[in-house]
């Protein structure tokens, strides 16, 4: 199996902003972004909403449950929250109240998310 990039898979997913402003968190479909040049990457990430080794190795899984992937553009503080990976981690609850949108809308997990 050939390891693909993130370039190969910008060009395969649909990819959606993370905007948090007044009217609270909000998914804005990114239709310019055509590689990784095209963002900053010392403002953002680009996330897989399903962990892409995962996704890989169960395609027919989700496809058969309407499961689709896509990339996330979002904060990179956010992104270390997401994966648990920053200084100090927020628990669920408390991202929520944070960032406006709980974190199993933005990583898919079978126990959190609705299929």
Request: charged share 25%; proline share 3%; with cysteine.
């Amino acid at each position: 199996m050939c390891k693909s990039t993130m370039n190969e898979d910008i060009k395969n997913y649909p990819i959606y902003a993370v905007i948090k402003d007044i009217y609270g968190c909000r998914f804005i479909e990114m239709n310019n972004i055509k590689s990784t040049a095209d963002y900053n990457h010392f403002t953002h990430n680009l996330h897989h909403f399903i962990p892409k080794q995962q996704y890989d190795k169960n395609k027919q899984w989700y496809e058969e449950r309407g499961i689709k992937q896509k990339l996330l553009l979002v904060p990179i503080s956010m992104h270390e929250q997401i994966h648990n990976q920053s200084v100090n981690n927020l628990s669920d609850d408390d991202f929520e109240a944070w960032y406006g949108v709980s974190r199993w809308e933005l990583v898919f997990n079978r126990k959190h998310s609705k299929y």
